[in-house]
């Protein structure tokens, strides 16, 4: 599958996170490819390949209870044409962001995630006291047809005071900084899956 972002998209992506660390567009992945990914990851939901989440850094971290109730499984390149789609739709955004704002961006990490009815993450930030690589986090949704009422939202606690809420619904990426934007996500009541993923600068070699 072969998608191209258009240059009106990533100009809208690079100026909101230039001016206000943030931005959301409800119609970032075409619906061909939101419906691929969707029904992949439900295939690995069924499977049982997806894992409680931890909390930590990397992929062997321990699970903390209370914190987080999503199920994940990390994305490899060469897996399904839907998954190389998304993650060469997410590169052309990371040359774009590195042409126009210099961050350094050098890859991005992403896995599924699945929240069962009722779970939840926390207030939090995406990036760990001990490694901040992280520098942007970009989520895309696969969930149709959502409903403000069946909960679910991505709740943004902004820098100017403000708190946004966004609906997980097919085709809505949401990109923001990871080290400035506090935020969680709140319990719903259907399944809600998505494509978590961050935006990492090189290392400093220490871990
Ligand atoms: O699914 C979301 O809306 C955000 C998930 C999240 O905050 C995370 O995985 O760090
Ligand atoms: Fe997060």
Same mark, same amino acid.
């Given at each position: 599958?072969?998608?191209?972002?258009?240059?009106?998209?990533?100009?809208?992506?690079?100026?909101?996170?230039?001016?206000? *660390? /943030?931005?959301?567009?409800?119609?970032?992945?075409?619906?061909?490819?939101?419906?691929?990914?969707?029904?992949?990851?439900?295939?690995?939901?069924?499977?049982?390949?997806?894992?409680?989440? *931890?909390?930590?850094?990397?992929?062997?971290?321990?699970?903390?209870?209370?914190?987080?109730?999503?199920?994940?499984?990390?994305?490899?390149?060469?897996?399904?044409?839907?998954?190389? *789609?998304?993650?060469?739709?997410?590169?052309?955004?990371?040359?774009?962001?590195?042409?126009?704002?210099?961050?350094?961006?050098?890859?991005?990490?992403?896995?599924?995630?699945?929240?069962?009815?009722?779970?939840?993450?926390?207030?939090?930030?995406?990036?760990?006291?001990?490694?901040?690589?992280?520098?942007?986090?970009?989520?895309?949704?696969?969930?149709?047809?959502?409903?403000?009422?069946?909960?679910?939202?991505?709740?943004?606690?902004?820098?100017?005071?403000?708190?946004?809420?966004?609906?997980?619904?097919?085709?809505?990426?949401?990109?923001?900084?990871?080290?400035?934007?506090?935020?969680?996500?709140?319990?719903?009541?259907?399944?809600?899956?998505?494509?978590?993923? /961050?935006?990492?600068?090189? *290392?400093?070699?220490?871990?």
């Amino acid at each position: 599958m072969t998608t191209d972002l258009s240059d009106s998209l990533l100009s809208r992506i690079i100026d909101d996170l230039a001016e206000f *660390g /943030w931005s959301l567009q409800t119609q970032f992945a075409p619906a061909s490819l939101t419906s691929e990914l969707a029904e992949e990851c439900r295939q690995r939901i069924a499977q049982g390949t997806l894992a409680p989440a *931890g909390t930590g850094r990397g992929h062997a971290v321990a699970v903390r209870e209370g914190t987080r109730s999503d199920h994940i499984q990390w994305l490899e390149a060469g897996q399904s044409p839907a998954c190389d *789609g998304y993650l060469q739709l997410l590169d052309e955004l990371r040359v774009a962001i590195n042409q126009s704002l210099y961050l350094g961006l050098v890859d991005y990490e992403s896995h599924f995630a699945f929240y069962p009815p009722g779970g939840f993450y926390l207030k939090h930030l995406d990036r760990f006291r001990d490694d901040d690589r992280r520098a942007v986090s970009a989520v895309l949704y696969l969930n149709d047809d959502w409903q403000a009422e069946e909960g679910g939202q991505l709740r943004l606690y902004l820098a100017d005071g403000q708190v946004r809420d966004v609906l997980p619904e097919a085709g809505t990426l949401v990109v923001f900084l990871s080290a400035d934007v506090p935020h969680e996500v709140l319990p719903a009541t259907r399944d809600r899956l998505s494509l978590t993923g /961050w935006f990492r600068r090189r *290392g400093d070699g220490v871990f």
